[in-house]
């Protein structure tokens, strides 16, 4: 029995690991970056903390190590570097084999991890690159501030701002209210002018400064950001930083700070005559300023803090009611199947209601199928999450394998927030992996190479996603050398793939490539050139109902397209009917329908090609392929599909119309039958096969150059 406290831990340790390896990849870009260096310390630190607590001691412990040298980087003891890095990339890997509890992975005494211990204790003792620590602000104007090294940026917290302007502050030309507006821009800002001190008419000195402000700002950015502002009259002001609410999530629930808690926090009044007061039965910020003990200014002051955190308090209490749940996925998967079967059945209702004629019945099965559809789509859409996760993990192969093949190379992303369903998201990573290992072998050229031919010393990969109707456009792009169309051309000869002399497209010939064991490589590396995998990559895509294109420029780039459907659990099609059976041929993949007519065929003299407006269009007869008996109509229909850019027909008896359909599988027994993809229930509880038009038109080619 798996303990789930465990399986929690092992869940939330993937999800840091993947962040932690984003955070590694842009501190090595701006090693400067404090908030990346507490980003990755509280990572290790967390991962430390929860293995420690159920059980996981052999992490916690090598996670430590880790810990350690990065308490130090905050410090600025140790500086980032590239060997920094490195190491911190491979104990991330040796972390996710201890989770995985891989054969591959190492015991805490192995070799491989007390050689990373090792390292990480030689940098954490000093022998490492030592740098000096920076101390930005060291004016003594600053009052030291009541917050700890461990606030880091990444939540709200907020502060009270105290600023006091030395009195001849406008003789330098400074505008305060310009600093107030820019505080304004780092988050939820609340300023109080203190005005007790502005003398009579008589005594003023119009070019003096007798005002202060006591300002509430809440904001996710660091105090170095906010002291930033203040930078430059930081020598003609007193200023205090205080954290008064740390924005913490979680923390015990506390009453909000009482007037006159706030008003001795901050040095208004004492304690003495706090408590003299309160022995009077009025309003706490009444009696003190009748007393004169304070200011008005200064209890409104007090007061504006005091609902600024009831106002914060609040805010975060809807947060943590409003946070999202972890679930597991095999749940979600039921009940996307659940509200399949419940699209099934409404269907039925439906066609019930036609059928009888019922109007009270067909006002239920309308109001069913408005509910139904509602549910359907938010149900799909829980499955739906932002391709940028997989994108982030592409950064770290490009990293390594360009290192390794001596070339240097920068992957950019587009539209990573483009939404796919997981169940596509979790099938496309491979075929991508080894789109984007071609791209940094076979495409992008060494950086001697490179500046030789006029190009930028460092290749670009680019990778990019969009939406496109009910399917997700992506592009795999790079500026390297681009696709040898001869070299190409004279393999596909030699294979025996086509015939010397033919005249052929670019997309026909660039299409050789996804041919099993075809490879123009001269020699094989441990990254490719055995002519495996093209293949197996529009395969896979095809097995997801998507498609796969290339275009290349020699000497320019190639871009590889791959269309994907938003989901596999619902697809949009195009019911036809062959006798007494009913098909669905999936709508992305259709253009258009014409009429078959004996006419027609007789034009054709056998072959089974349609002139459709001009242009010559091979089809397949689907009662041909699926042994479907009966009489055939005099006028028959051609389905017209887009595949690949390539146009082909499929010819049924009747076309009836467009249909949405939840897809079921066909179960092991038919797992290895060609040409059907899945199977649907219609409204009159009939079976509709799914039709596997991809796969279809290769066993027909098979057949023909057999």
Request: charged fraction near 25%; proline fraction near 4%.
């Amino acid at each position: 029995m798996i303990d789930p406290h465990a399986a929690a831990f092992k869940e939330e340790a993937y999800e840091l690991l993947a962040e932690l390896e984003i955070s590694l990849l842009e501190l090595e870009e701006r090693p400067d970056n404090n908030d990346l260096i507490g980003k990755v310390f509280r990572t290790m630190h967390t991962i430390k903390g929860s293995g420690a607590m159920f059980g996981f001691d052999d992490i916690a412990a090598f996670t430590h190590e880790i810990e350690t040298v990065y308490d130090k980087v905050r410090d600025g003891i140790i500086s980032v570097s590239n060997e920094l890095i490195n190491l911190t990339l491979q104990a991330k890997d040796q972390i996710k084999l201890m989770l995985d509890d891989s054969p591959q992975g190492e015991d805490p005494q192995g070799p491989i991890l007390q050689k990373t211990i090792s390292a990480f204790k030689k940098l954490a003792s000093g022998d490492g690159t030592i740098t000096t620590p920076q101390t930005p602000y060291s004016s003594s104007k600053w009052a030291s501030p009541s917050f700890t090294q461990e606030l880091q940026p990444g939540g709200d917290i907020t502060y009270r701002i105290r600023l006091k302007p030395a009195a001849d502050i406008f003789m330098t030309g400074t505008n305060l209210l310009l600093l107030l507006d820019e505080l304004r821009c780092l988050g939820d800002c609340v300023a109080t002018a203190q005005t007790d001190a502005i003398p009579p008419l008589e005594d003023m000195n119009p070019e003096f400064c007798y005002t202060c402000w006591d300002i509430i700002l809440t904001t996710d950015k660091g105090v170095d950001i906010i002291k930033d502002v203040f930078i430059f009259v930081a020598d003609n002001c007193e200023i205090k930083i205080d954290v008064i609410d740390a924005g913490v999530l979680g923390e015990p629930e506390e009453d909000y700070k009482k007037l006159g808690r706030i008003l001795t926090e901050r040095g208004d009044i004492t304690e003495e005559s706090l408590n003299s007061a309160l022995n009077e039965k009025k309003y706490i910020g009444e009696m003190l300023v009748e007393k004169g003990l304070v200011t008005p200014d200064k209890v409104q002051s007090a007061l504006m803090e005091q609902q600024q955190l009831r106002k914060i308090k609040e805010k975060t209490q809807t947060k943590e009611e409003a946070s999202s749940i972890r679930v597991p996925a095999s749940k979600l998967d039921t009940l996307v199947n659940l509200v399949g079967e419940m699209v099934t059945v409404q269907a039925r209702l439906t066609q019930a209601a036609l059928t009888f004629a019922s109007v009270e019945l067909a006002s239920i099965a309308e109001e069913v199928e408005r509910l139904t559809a509602e549910l359907r789509d938010n149900t799909l859409n829980i499955r739906m999450l932002p391709i940028g996760t997989t994108f982030g993990r592409f950064k770290r192969l490009v990293r390594d394998l360009s290192q390794d093949l001596g070339k240097e190379i920068e992957l950019t992303t587009e539209g990573a927030d483009t939404e796919l369903d997981k169940t596509v998201i979790e099938k496309l990573n491979d075929p991508l992996v080894h789109l984007i290992r071609n791209s940094i072998d076979h495409g992008i050229e060494s950086p001697d190479v490179r500046v030789a031919s006029g190009k930028p010393r460092t290749g670009t990969i680019r990778l990019s996603a969009l939406h496109s109707g009910a399917h997700v456009i992506i592009e795999i792009k790079d500026d390297g050398k681009g696709l040898d169309r001869e070299a190409i051309l004279a393999k596909a000869v030699g294979k025996g793939l086509t015939h010397p002399g033919v005249e052929l497209a670019d997309k026909e010939i660039f299409g050789f490539i996804f041919q099993p064991g075809f490879s123009t490589a001269k020699e094989v590396t441990n990254v490719s050139g055995r002519g495996v995998g093209m293949d197996v990559v529009k395969r896979a895509i095809e097995t997801l109902r998507g498609s796969i294109d290339i275009q290349s420029e020699k000497d320019k780039g190639t871009t590889i397209f791959i269309k994907l459907p938003l989901t596999l659990a619902i697809v949009e099609g195009l019911l036809v009917e062959m006798g007494d059976d009913h098909f669905v041929i999936p709508l992305y993949l259709v253009e258009e329908c014409v009429e078959l007519t004996r006419e027609d065929l007789l034009n054709a003299h056998g072959r089974d090609i349609a002139y459709i407006r001009g242009e010559m269009v091979p089809y397949v007869r689907l009662r041909k392929e699926f042994n479907i008996n009966g009489d055939v109509p005099l006028i028959e229909q051609i389905v017209v599909t887009g595949i690949n850019g390539d146009r082909v027909g499929f010819v049924v008896d009747k076309v009836i119309g467009e249909y949405q359909t939840v897809i079921k599988n066909l179960g092991g027994l038919y797992k290895d039958v060609e040409g059907i993809s899945g199977a649907t229930v219609l409204g009159d509880g009939t079976v509709a096969l799914i039709v596997d038009a991809p796969q279809l038109i290769k066993n027909v080619e098979k057949q023909l150059y057999s």
